[in-house]
């Protein structure tokens, strides 16, 4: 199959094939026709977006077992006590559609997407590379989940190492640390570490952070709580951080308090300080990481509260971190959208469309997958952040006029 050979799907996702690489968003539980599957039904509602899940990797020649990422985003919003209940009855559909081994996966709590009545939504990495190519990375000092599941914590093909979301609990299933903010972040970060050691790497070949923390409603404890789990984690990263995103969510296992999730190229941390000095592959505040194809773009907050002007201000910010690396956007794979507005609340589907419109005017009519979701709060109150992945060289073979959609 030719890297820039262009599939069609009539299904509600966007897809984009990079080689080997294939990068899903935005899979809601709709149909073709774009009704809403399921109504009021998280089972429903899961069979849905995980047979678009399927259309979408079968699209691109891949299969269930490609997986190495996947990310599900999913609102509950009844009595704490019963959350991880709900969360199992979610994830036993899951398990009649994930592969063993499955992929690393993060599953966390949010506020909405951008369609009204949509309970669940999933974006997801996968990789075209044969089982002998693959390393599966199960940590003997790890945690584990509520129920038997087939999810892996970390996967490794070639130098890239994904890591699934990290929690504190123990083997089963249960938060530990209860009410200890630093205590838990310690826990993730070692959970964490373990993964990147049966890899061959460690933190300081990390190329991105995502961190979810405890929001519950209360803006000024919710930073507070952001502040000290950043603290621990340049305390034992080191002041120079990869690319970090973070967005305030509920958490899956009452007590907990925060899930990071990462990515990393073995043998980064041998190069760092020579990229570092020539300053070739780093963009300002380390916002952006270059590791050969591969971008990574942290979080870009909107200056403006009005949805509108923050959807225009965080593509155009987004434009320039590419470019600060030598990128264009037409090397975009896939962008989160964490919307924490009460206009997106109010009518979701609005957010969805001013985001579209201002990605179109930088990338025209061909987009590259995006993720939407409305969170509990984002990072000193801003209305809305961006963050992105890019895979560039490969897609330069391609006509920029053009660039591939699956």
């Not at 409603?217 to 789990?229: M, N, P, S």
């Amino acid at each position: 199959m030719s890297d820039c050979a262009p599939l069609v799907s009539p299904y509600p996702f966007q897809s984009r094939r990079f080689g080997e690489q294939l990068f899903i968003g935005g899979v809601l539980p709709i149909n073709p026709e774009g009704t809403l599957r399921g109504a009021g039904d998280i089972e429903a509602q899961t069979h849905a977006v995980f047979r678009n899940l399927q259309v979408a990797l079968k699209s691109a020649g891949l299969e269930m077992s490609d997986l190495v990422r996947l990310n599900t985003y999913y609102v509950f919003e009844g009595d704490e006590s019963e959350a991880t209940l709900y969360w199992e009855r979610m994830t036993r559909v899951r398990l009649q559609y994930l592969p063993n081994p499955g992929p690393a996966a993060t599953a966390v709590r949010v506020r909405g997407m951008g369609r009204s009545g949509a309970l669940i939504q999933l974006e997801a990495e996968a990789f075209a590379a044969p089982a002998a190519q693959r390393q599966r990375i199960m940590p003997s000092r790890s945690w584990d989940w509520s129920i038997p599941v087939p999810l892996s914590q970390g996967w490794k093909i070639g130098s890239q190492v994904w890591v699934g979301g990290q929690v504190s609990a123990d083997m089963a299933g249960k938060a530990v640390s209860i009410g200890d903010l630093p205590g838990q972040t310690h826990n993730v970060l070692e959970h964490i570490r373990h993964v990147l050691l049966d890899a061959g790497a460690g933190f300081a070949d990390l190329t991105q952070l995502k961190v979810c923390y405890l929001h519950d409603g209360d803006a000024h404890a919710a930073e507070q709580r952001l502040q000290e789990i950043m603290k621990v984690i340049r305390d034992i990263c080191g002041e120079t951080l990869p690319p970090v995103t973070a967005f305030g969510i509920s958490l899956l296992y009452e007590g907990l308090l925060l899930e990071i999730d990462a990515t990393a190229q073995v043998g980064l941390a041998s190069k760092a300080l020579q990229t570092r000095a020539s300053n070739c592959n780093w963009a300002t505040e380390h916002q952006v990481l270059r590791t050969g194809s591969r971008i990574q773009i942290a979080s870009l907050s909107a200056r403006y509260k009005a949805l509108e002007p923050a959807c225009e201000d965080v593509v155009n910010q987004l434009a320039l971190k590419l470019e600060a690396v030598g990128s264009s956007p037409t090397a975009l794979a896939h962008l989160h959208v964490f919307i924490a507005d009460d206009e997106a609340n109010d009518v979701p589907e609005h957010a969805m469309s001013l985001f579209a419109a201002a990605l179109r005017r930088l990338c025209g009519e061909s987009l590259p997958p995006f993720t939407l979701v409305r969170v509990n709060g984002l990072p000193r109150g801003v209305p809305l952040q961006v963050d992105a992945v890019a895979v560039d060289l490969v897609i330069h073979s391609c006509s920029p006029e053009t660039p591939p959609t699956y």
